[in-house]
């Protein structure tokens, strides 16, 4: 090579070093430029799982067009009704675009929504692996990789509150009841003293190896069963061997049998189910607990004592996650549309609490389970609180009229006022019925409202009047044949003190719907109140919605404890069918009577 | 003969000792068993069988085609490069055998790689529910919707009737309208008034009386016959109603209900004693815009093979008309076992034209040239429905042009995707049938190849090897 090609290949290599040097330099400031205009995802892979960091990095150019691939597929499959592929889809999407929350979002609303859907209804287990699939990813993928966008927080929160925890769904009760029996197992009773304990329970095994007896127990299991030898499973299956023992060897329920009475089990019981709320249900327990203190339920007795909230209904996780965005990715000074929206979720979940938040899971022996839901007016106070906040909220932040808020408000106590009276709860009735009169005794023109005046029972009287008034005799029959089997339904699971209240509550609505129609038509239509305690007494005993077990169990209970009632009941049947038979009998002689011969 | 299989023994060798064959069957060896392992699907059996057998065919069709190509581009480009050719055209053998017999030898490399890995999945796949613990009403459903093979007959929508009701609409309202008639429209480009074509008018009427066809207003139910459905005659044979349901008036909660009876319904409506079998009613809410299915015991099939299914739109819970669509009544025909060889050659059919393509392309164009040019045929054929499609839905314009001068190209192209691809047969459970199987051969193999071979033989017979190529 001569002399001049060298002096050319240096003049090149240095005019591609200056550029690359001034290409650099302009970095920076496309960076900020970036930054500044929203284009760019915080791509962050240094706590990212191996896979995660090869799949994003690796593809290079190509992620964009692989991810469009999965898209095209995705729907293409979605459209032909195919959804055998749709975790695995989300799963690889979701892969490739990890910092792209409307990613997480989507998918975990079409798992959650679309595809359960899609399955039919007679098959609630397969349903309900969907919306399981669909609130999994959002908790134990998508948050981790995105812990400050609160649209996942919110996704997660809506899944619970609107999926599972409300009615618009045919397998709902399906889907409460697995939430209910999981929390059962985990939480058992839920006091405070449990909550303190779970707190208080340590991060990892090995922490609590440095107990003695807990180290021997162990040690005992380790022998006794080789399933105990794995430590990554070890918890979920001393989970599994507390509640099916027969999956696992006779040695294995020796050594829990010899352990009984020794607290390092009580121990080992309260790390593996703090255990599993950590790390299956990714939930944070000292969070769970300000949760708590927040806005658990308030005892009648000690208004200053608040109980913990009832983990076992789906509104709680709804509030949990919902509260748990607000604090991790919240802006409250802004209150955007996200945050208003996650807001309100906490809000309604209360709401729902109070309606319908108390909770029992009644197990038969063939181990059918069934879930029954029912009011919760512990919570009254925490809805009433946080209902007051929004009004405040709305107004500070929103600067908005929060006319349709109060308006609401005004209700809630009204009903309130209703509720707890009918109940038997007259002095938390009459606190509610004061807040009411002094928070609204004035309409929005200012004048003030006649009604608020009154006495408390004049009040009432007036309401119910304004209620029943409308009613004909079928629904005035109906409205007591359901208190009185509401009250049944509560005697057969030993809620003593509803269901005297449901029964005084049926027999006054009875009266007074007598003593307003003194109308003869009425009278005469009207049954006897001893009737409709024998038709709603029946109407439970035949009710397939409740256990049989139940049933049977509530027969048998009215027999032993309440003699005279179930005479008084037997009397009815008997009138009751003997009534049939004369009337059978009078149409039988007007047939024969107009037959041609 | 015997000179065309010699070439073909050779072209075989020659391929197994290239690199990319040995990469291919190592990473299908490895990758089949790990996919029927790792792969999950939806969680059930069905969703995991689906997962793999899709997957599974995909990933051996895609990279049996690269290897074809690479194989047919290279070994004839190759011989020609390293001038090894000219110790066969010195021989007594007719460019045409060279051609021919290269080609054989690619496509019997084909048929025994694709035997072998057809046989992997289907083993894998047949293996897979007896590995897992699974309950039996899984296996049952697996057995239904998956190891079967099942023919479809679609609702046929009278379009003559349709188009003759909407005539009749039109010549009413011209009647009545007079002068007013037809309509006015906003014309898209100048922004004003003017009448609409009489076409215009016709094509809305017909299409809304299409839609009248499918649709089944609230409170009002419709029937819909099928005949000639010829089920197996197993016990517990079922017999599945497919169908995509949409409604004028999006529902909030994005759910039809609905109830679907099925059956002898004529008979059962006619009350007069005719009906011989169970009428089976099903209670569905369905998600709109997305295929469905459920299943009905095949003894509602009648002994003349007719079945009825009639859908009943609840007013209570639907505000508005729903139009029930892709209406199809499947029942099984034939065996997985069958119906998968089927797969395999529909697979084989374009490693034949792929080969053929090769083949052809490397007797005038330079090996990268020739491996470009197949990968985008091949890409356009993986394609080529949605492009027609598309094509179709084009405004009436510029549709025109590209009817008659983009589609006729795309007629000449391979198409790989949407009725061709096997895996969607084996996913869904549908039969391949022998005859379409046939005219895919015909049009691929017997028509397309066969052009492709007889070209290039043409062309090889007048190329000069001895002058290179660049």
């Not at chain 1, 309900?128 to 948050?143: M, P, T």
């Not at chain 1, 929206?341 to 729902?352: A, E, G, K, V, W």
């Not at chain 2, 079967?148 to 009413?172: M, P, S, W």
């Given at each position: 090579?001569?002399?001049?090609?060298?002096?050319?290949?240096?003049?090149?290599?240095?005019?591609?070093?200056?550029?690359?040097?001034?290409?650099?330099?302009?970095?920076?400031?496309?960076?900020?430029?970036?930054?500044?205009?929203?284009?760019?995802?915080?791509?962050?892979?240094?706590?990212?799982?191996?896979?995660?960091?090869?799949?994003?990095?690796?593809?290079?150019?190509?992620?964009?067009?692989?991810?469009?691939?999965?898209?095209?597929?995705?729907?293409?499959?979605?459209?032909?009704?195919?959804?055998?592929?749709?975790?695995?889809?989300?799963?690889?999407?979701?892969?490739?675009?990890?910092?792209?929350?409307?990613?997480?979002?989507?998918?975990?609303?079409?798992?959650?929504?679309?595809?359960?859907?899609?399955?039919?209804?007679?098959?609630?287990?397969?349903?309900?692996?969907?919306?399981?699939?669909?609130?999994?990813?959002?908790?134990?993928?998508?948050?981790?990789?995105?812990?400050?966008?609160?649209?996942?927080?919110?996704?997660?929160?809506?899944?619970?509150?609107?999926?599972?925890?409300?009615?618009?769904d045919d397998c709902h009760m399906y889907y409460k009841t697995e939430i209910a029996s999981a929390m059962q197992l985990l939480l058992g009773d839920q006091t405070n003293a449990n909550f303190e304990n779970l707190a208080a329970a340590p991060l990892a095994l090995e922490v609590l190896l440095s107990d003695a007896e807990v180290a021997k127990f162990i040690e005992a299991l380790k022998l006794a069963d080789p399933a105990f030898l794995s430590s990554d499973k070890w918890v979920e299956n001393y989970l599994s061997l507390r509640q099916t023992p027969d999956r696992f060897t006779k040695e294995a329920s020796q050594?829990?049998?010899?352990?009984?009475?020794?607290?390092?089990?009580?121990?080992?019981?309260?790390?593996?189910?703090?255990?599993?709320?950590?790390?299956?249900?990714?939930?944070?327990?000292?969070?769970?607990?300000?949760?708590?203190?927040?806005?658990?339920?308030?005892?009648?007795?000690?208004?200053?004592?608040?109980?913990?909230?009832?983990?076992?209904?789906?509104?709680?996780?709804?509030?949990?996650?919902?509260?748990?965005?607000?604090?991790?990715?919240?802006?409250?000074?802004?209150?955007?549309?996200?945050?208003?929206?996650?807001?309100?979720?906490?809000?309604?979940?209360?709401?729902?609490?109070?309606?319908?938040?108390?909770?029992l899971l009644y197990t038969s022996k063939d181990g059918r389970k069934d879930l029954f839901l029912r009011p919760d007016l512990r919570m009254f106070t925490s809805c009433d609180q946080t209902w007051k906040k929004m009004i405040e909220k709305y107004e500070q932040l929103e600067h908005g009229n929060p006319k349709a808020v109060r308006g609401g408000h005004k209700n809630f106590l009204e009903n309130a006022v209703m509720t707890f009276y009918q109940s038997g709860h007259l002095k938390e009735a009459l606190e509610i019925y004061k807040e009411l009169i002094t928070l609204y005794s004035k309409d929005e023109?200012?004048?003030?409202?006649?009604?608020?005046?009154?006495?408390?029972?004049?009040?009432?009287?007036?309401?119910?009047?304004?209620?029943?008034?409308?009613?004909?005799?079928?629904?005035?029959?109906?409205?007591?044949?359901?208190?009185?089997?509401?009250?049944?339904?509560?005697?057969?699971?030993?809620?003593?003190?509803?269901?005297?209240?449901?029964?005084?509550?049926?027999?006054?609505?009875?009266?007074?719907?007598?003593?307003?129609?003194?109308d003869e038509t009425y009278r005469v239509g009207l049954p006897t109140i001893d009737l409709l305690r024998y038709t709603a007494f029946m109407d439970f005993l035949n009710d397939p919605l409740y256990p049989e077990q139940m049933r049977m169990g509530m027969l048998g209970r009215m027999q032993a404890e309440r003699p005279d009632l179930f005479e008084k009941i037997k009397k009815q049947e008997q009138q009751f069918f003997e009534e049939l038979r004369k009337e059978q009998e009078k149409q039988n002689t007007e047939q024969s009577g107009e037959s041609p011969s | 003969m015997g000179k065309i299989w010699a070439i073909a023994r050779n072209t075989i060798a020659q391929a197994m000792r290239m690199k990319i064959a040995a990469a291919v069957i190592v990473l299908l060896l490895i990758l089949l068993p790990m996919m029927s392992m790792i792969m999950i699907g939806d969680g059930t059996l069905l969703g995991k069988l689906q997962t793999f057998s899709s997957y599974g065919l995909s990933l051996v069709g895609l990279l049996l085609s690269i290897l074809t190509i690479a194989v047919s581009t290279f070994t004839l480009s190759d011989e020609l490069k390293r001038q090894q050719i000219f110790l066969v055209v010195t021989k007594p053998v007719r460019r045409w055998q060279i051609i021919m017999g290269k080609f054989l030898g690619v496509v019997v490399l084909d048929i025994i790689l694709l035997i072998f890995f057809s046989g992997v999945i289907y083993g894998l796949t047949v293996s897979v529910p007896r590995l897992l613990e699974v309950a039996d009403?899984?296996?049952?459903?697996?057995?239904?919707?998956?190891?079967?093979?099942?023919?479809?007959?679609?609702?046929?929508?009278?379009?003559?009737?349709?188009?003759?009701?909407?005539?009749?609409?039109?010549?009413?309202?011209?009647?009545?309208?007079?002068?007013?008639?037809?309509?006015?429209?906003?014309?898209?480009?100048?922004?004003i008034e003017e009448r609409m074509t009489e076409i215009e008018v016709l094509s809305i009427f017909v299409q809304e009386e299409m839609v009248r066809e499918q649709s089944v207003e609230p409170g009002r139910g419709r029937v819909w016959d099928f005949k000639d459905i010829r089920p197996w005659s197993e016990p517990n044979t079922m017999v599945f109603v497919r169908f995509k349901l949409d409604s004028s008036v999006a529902p909030p909660d994005g759910v039809i209900?609905?109830?679907?009876?099925?059956?002898?319904?004529?008979?059962?409506?006619?009350?007069?004693?005719?009906?011989?079998?169970?009428?089976?009613?099903?209670?569905?809410?369905?998600?709109?815009?997305?295929?469905?299915?459920?299943?009905?015991?095949?003894?509602?099939?009648?002994?003349?093979?007719?079945?009825?299914?009639?859908?009943?739109?609840?007013?209570?819970?639907?505000?508005?008309?729903?139009?029930?669509?892709?209406?199809?009544?499947?029942?099984?025909?034939?065996?997985?076992?069958?119906?998968?060889?089927?797969?395999?050659?529909?697979?084989?059919?374009?490693?034949?034209?792929?080969?053929?393509?090769?083949?052809?392309?490397?007797?005038?164009?330079?090996?990268?040239?020739?491996?470009?040019?197949?990968?985008?045929?091949?890409?356009?054929?993986?394609?080529?429905?949605?492009?027609?499609?598309?094509?179709?839905?084009?405004?009436?314009?510029?549709?025109?042009?590209?009817?008659?001068?983009?589609?006729?190209?795309?007629?000449l192209l391979p198409r790989f995707d949407d009725n061709y691809n096997p895996a969607g047969y084996v996913v869904s459970g549908r039969i391949i049938r022998w005859l379409f199987l046939l005219k895919a051969a015909g049009e691929t193999i017997g028509i397309k190849s066969l052009l492709l071979l007889v070209l290039g033989m043409l062309v090889f017979r007048r190329r000069e090897v001895a002058k290179s190529s660049v």
């Open positions: 090579m001569r002399w001049k090609d060298y002096g050319i290949i240096l003049s090149a290599i240095m005019i591609a070093v200056a550029m690359l040097t001034l290409a650099s330099w302009q970095q920076g400031g496309i960076r900020t430029d970036r930054d500044k205009m929203g284009l760019s995802l915080k791509t962050d892979l240094g706590d990212a799982p191996p896979s995660l960091a090869f799949a994003t990095v690796a593809m290079g150019a190509f992620r964009g067009l692989i991810v469009d691939i999965l898209w095209i597929r995705a729907d293409d499959l979605k459209q032909k009704g195919q959804f055998f592929d749709a975790k695995q889809l989300a799963d690889w999407i979701t892969l490739l675009q990890p910092r792209f929350p409307q990613v997480w979002d989507f998918q975990s609303w079409n798992m959650a929504y679309n595809i359960s859907v899609a399955i039919p209804n007679t098959q609630p287990a397969e349903r309900w692996r969907w919306v399981r699939n669909g609130y999994e990813l959002l908790r134990d993928k998508a948050i981790p990789l995105n812990p400050h966008s609160i649209i996942l927080y919110r996704q997660l929160s809506w899944i619970f509150i609107h999926k599972i925890g409300d009615i618009s050594v829990l049998e010899l352990y009984r009475d020794n607290p390092a089990l009580g121990k080992i019981d309260t790390f593996a189910r703090a255990y599993q709320m950590r790390h299956v249900w990714k939930m944070d327990i000292a969070f769970m607990q300000k949760m708590n203190a927040m806005y658990g339920p308030v005892r009648f007795e000690d208004p200053n004592h608040r109980d913990p909230l009832n983990w076992q209904h789906p509104a709680v996780h709804a509030m949990y996650w919902s509260a748990k965005g607000l604090e991790v990715a919240g802006k409250p000074e802004t209150y955007r549309v996200d945050e208003k929206n996650t807001d309100r979720i906490i809000f309604h979940s209360l709401q729902m609490l109070y309606r319908s938040g108390k909770t023109q200012g004048f003030e409202i006649a009604d608020y005046k009154l006495p408390m029972m004049d009040f009432l009287k007036k309401q119910m009047k304004d209620e029943f008034s409308s009613l004909g005799i079928r629904d005035a029959v109906e409205m007591v044949n359901g208190m009185l089997k509401e009250s049944y339904f509560r005697y057969a699971i030993y809620d003593d003190n509803e269901s005297a209240a449901r029964e005084k509550m049926a027999q006054e609505v009875y009266m007074f719907y007598q003593k307003e129609h003194n | 009403d899984e296996k049952a459903i697996a057995d239904d919707q998956f190891f079967t093979a099942r023919e479809g007959i679609k609702v046929a929508l009278d379009i003559q009737a349709a188009a003759e009701r909407a005539r009749e609409r039109f010549k009413k309202l011209k009647e009545e309208k007079g002068r007013d008639w037809p309509p006015l429209k906003m014309a898209e480009k100048t922004g209900y609905g109830l679907w009876s099925v059956g002898n319904l004529p008979a059962y409506q006619r009350g007069d004693g005719s009906l011989t079998t169970p009428i089976y009613n099903v209670e569905r809410n369905s998600p709109t815009r997305t295929s469905q299915e459920f299943f009905v015991p095949a003894d509602a099939v009648t002994q003349d093979n007719f079945l009825g299914v009639g859908f009943v739109n609840n007013p209570n819970l639907n505000p508005s008309s729903v139009t029930i669509q892709e209406l199809e009544v499947l029942y099984k025909v034939g065996t997985f076992g069958g119906n998968f060889v089927r797969a395999a050659l529909l697979m084989l059919v374009r490693l034949v034209f792929l080969a053929a393509l090769g083949i052809a392309l490397t007797t005038w164009l330079s090996f990268p040239v020739a491996v470009l040019v197949c990968l985008v045929i091949f890409s356009a054929g993986l394609v080529n429905g949605f492009i027609v499609d598309s094509i179709d839905g084009l405004g009436a314009g510029i549709g025109q042009a590209y009817m008659f001068t983009v589609k006729p190209l795309l007629m």
